[in-house]
Structure formats: structure tokens, C-alpha cells
């Protein structure tokens, strides 16, 4: 599986971006799709992941009611909507792809920057 991920970008404190990550090659239902973070000097911390099928959404204590996930089937695409951003939200936002019984995500995309400003 090949992932994609765009649409981030500068946006000031409290405001909104949409992330999206488009996957090519062969997804299954059950399969999981995640995405990550890693601040400049922080290591890489999970941010919220569901199955491909759109069952089993969780999220970071840090973006729960804020962050939200959804997909677009017929596009092969999950999205993450960021809603109030804050200054710590900064980082560069990685996709990953976990197989069917697979024990870790197997597949990541190049990542894109989302820069919070006050």
C-alpha cells in the first residue's frame, strides 16, 4: 500500500485544518489506518487511527473533541479534521497502514507540516 498525505499548511492557534491521506494499492476492510506525529526534538507519538471500513476510531487523549475521523470510499481516502488547533499541535502529520493481522503499521507516507502560529 502507497500513502499520500496532504493539506497541511500554517494556520493560527484555534484554527482548522483537514489533513487527508490518499492510499493506493490493495486495502481491506478490516485493515487499520493511522496517523502520527513527530515535533521537531520529540519522538513520534500516535494521534488517531480506525479501520479502514470506518469501525474502531481512536484517538489521543492530547486531540480528543477536537480531531475527527472520516473516509471517502470512493476516493480511497481517510481524512483527519483538526479543529481548534494549538501551538503543541505543531509537528509533521504522518499516515500509516497497518495490514490484516499484522502486528505494526507496515506502510507510511512522506508526512505533511502543520505549523500552529499565536
Known amino acids: 500500500v502507497q500513502l499520500q498525505a496532504y493539506g497541511g499548511g500554517l494556520v493560527q492557534a484555534g484554527g482548522s485544518l483537514r489533513l487527508s491521506c490518499a492510499a493506493s494499492?490493495?486495502?481491506?476492510?478490516?485493515?487499520?489506518m493511522g496517523w502520527f506525529r513527530q515535533a521537531p526534538g520529540k519522538e513520534r507519538e500516535f494521534v488517531a487511527g480506525?479501520?479502514?471500513?470506518?469501525?474502531?476510531?481512536k484517538y489521543a487523549e492530547s486531540v480528543e473533541g477536537r480531531f475527527a475521523l472520516s473516509r471517502d470510499n470512493a476516493k480511497n481516502t481517510v481524512h483527519l479534521q483538526m479543529n481548534n488547533l494549538q501551538l503543541e499541535d505543531t509537528a509533521r502529520y504522518y499516515c500509516?497502514?497497518?495490514?490484516?493481522?499484522?502486528?505494526?503499521?507496515?506502510?507510511w507516507g512522506p508526512g505533511t507540516l502543520v505549523t500552529v502560529s499565536s
Open positions: 480506525m479501520r479502514w471500513n470506518g469501525a474502531g476510531k
Open positions: 494499492g490493495r486495502t481491506f476492510g478490516s485493515s487499520v
Open positions: 500509516a497502514h497497518k495490514g490484516v493481522g499484522a502486528s505494526d503499521y507496515d506502510s
